[in-house]
């Protein structure tokens, strides 16, 4: 049995692998219905299945589809896992909870964005507070959001990224591009400017299912950044914290710390381990994204231009929606059974390293 068979070709096929492998694993399901519909109408949901005592004291949590397109990748391995029967191995005293589908409109629509062109994990942030600010998003605003996508349209946007990692930096240019932004509702990486309906519910998730441990972990799976198959654990917090310290303890070399410089990601505000801070504060949270590889930037970063630029223009009316719909997923998504091997290998050693973390002093 290979893990590449448990990936899926749409939401709807991805959650109903999930849902029963999930019953059949004997897991407690429960339900977070999303208010609007798939592509075919179908039913949009976060999904919980859970393993081990209710008042469990440990908990590690594996989660898919924070930025929609990417549960291709976290849903394939959430599956994996469980027809496998990594739900097996659980020590005394410590529960195993998927979130599938934690941003599931994105998911089914093919977008990375939620249903208000939201980056998910830019919008875990204090609304009331003034927004973290990207002055190089502000200087490259037009060459991010192009008016068309014609060849000569974007050959000029690619000009100016250039000059301006002449000017500074390739990591600047990575910073102003995916560091989220809060001034451009229509643009790419918005962050939002209220707590979204995924935000909203997985915060409830959390206290439902996972307040009541001591110790948590959560793995939060991604992809699109890196080395084509490579993992990366990204902590969002300093080197010399104790949470990336225990991180470090637990998982290696694979841990880099996005504000310290030495991640594939940028230092990004708003992200999902900072609700798992907040939510489950005076807790002993390790909690990180696993991010892994699959094409160039340079690829990733147009197909996130064009699905923008395509939902600014009609949609999935506009004529070259499925190219576009496509050209997105294979930027997030390799649909090749190596790739999916070597993402599963990975994420399966990871999640073994963090039940061991619970257990250890």
């Known amino acids: 049995?290979?893990?590449?068979?448990?990936?899926?070709?749409?939401?709807?096929?991805?959650?109903?692998?999930?849902?029963?492998?999930?019953?059949?694993?004997?897991?407690?399901?429960?339900?977070?219905?999303?208010?609007?519909?798939?592509?075919?109408?179908?039913?949009?949901?976060?999904?919980?299945?859970?393993?081990?005592?209710?008042?469990?004291?440990?908990?590690?949590?594996?989660?898919?589809?924070?930025?929609?397109?990417?549960?291709?990748?976290?849903?394939?391995?959430?599956?994996?896992?469980?027809?496998?029967?990594?739900?097996?191995?659980?020590?005394?005293?410590?529960?195993?909870?998927?979130?599938?589908?934690?941003?599931?409109?994105?998911?089914?629509?093919?977008?990375?964005?939620?249903?208000?062109?939201?980056?998910l994990n830019r919008n875990f942030i204090d609304h009331s507070k003034p927004y973290p600010e990207n002055p190089g998003y502000e200087e490259l605003v037009d060459a991010i959001n192009p008016p068309d996508l014609s060849p000569e349209t974007m050959a000029r946007s690619r000009e100016i990224m250039r000059a301006y990692v002449q000017a500074h930096g390739h990591r600047a240019l990575q910073h102003a591009l995916s560091a989220g932004q809060y001034t451009h509702p229509n643009g790419v990486q918005f962050g939002g400017r209220k707590p979204v309906w995924?935000?909203?519910?997985?915060?409830?998730?959390?206290?439902?299912?996972?307040?009541?441990?001591?110790?948590?972990?959560?793995?939060?799976?991604?992809?699109?950044?890196?080395?084509?198959?490579?993992?990366?654990?990204?902590?969002?917090?300093?080197?010399?914290?104790?949470?990336?310290?225990?991180?470090?303890?637990?998982?290696?070399a694979k841990v880099r710390s996005a504000v310290d410089g030495g991640s594939v990601s940028s230092d990004v505000p708003g992200t999902v381990p900072v609700c798992f801070a907040e939510e489950l504060h005076g807790k002993e949270v390790t909690a990180g994204g696993l991010e892994f590889g699959t094409v160039p930037i340079a690829e990733v970063t147009i197909a996130l231009q064009s699905d923008n630029w395509l939902h600014q223009n009609g949609g999935h009316e506009n004529p070259g929606a499925k190219e576009i719909a496509k050209r997105l997923r294979d930027a997030f998504y390799v649909n090749a059974d190596d790739w999916k091997e070597m993402i599963f290998a990975q994420s399966l050693e990871t999640c073994e390293e963090a039940l061991a973390g619970l257990q250890a002093a």
């Open 1 to 119: 049995m290979t893990a590449a068979q448990h990936f899926s070709q749409s939401y709807a096929e991805a959650r109903e692998k999930f849902l029963e492998a999930a019953r059949k694993a004997g897991a407690v399901l429960r339900h977070h219905e999303h208010p609007l519909k798939g592509p075919k109408g179908e039913t949009l949901a976060t999904d919980i299945a859970r393993f081990g005592p209710e008042d469990a004291s440990r908990i590690l949590g594996i989660g898919s589809g924070t930025h929609g397109v990417e549960g291709y990748c976290g849903s394939g391995v959430q599956t994996a896992l469980l027809v496998q029967g990594f739900q097996t191995r659980l020590p005394a005293d410590t529960a195993l909870v998927f979130i599938h589908g934690i941003n599931p409109y994105g998911f089914a629509w093919d977008r990375r964005v939620n249903e208000d062109n939201v980056d």
């Open 198 to 252: 995924s935000n909203v519910t997985l915060r409830r998730i959390l206290r439902e299912e996972m307040g009541r441990a001591e110790r948590i972990a959560f793995v939060d799976i991604h992809s699109g950044l890196g080395e084509r198959g490579k993992g990366e654990m990204i902590c969002v917090e300093a080197e010399a914290s104790p949470n990336c310290q225990r991180m470090r303890r637990w998982w290696g």
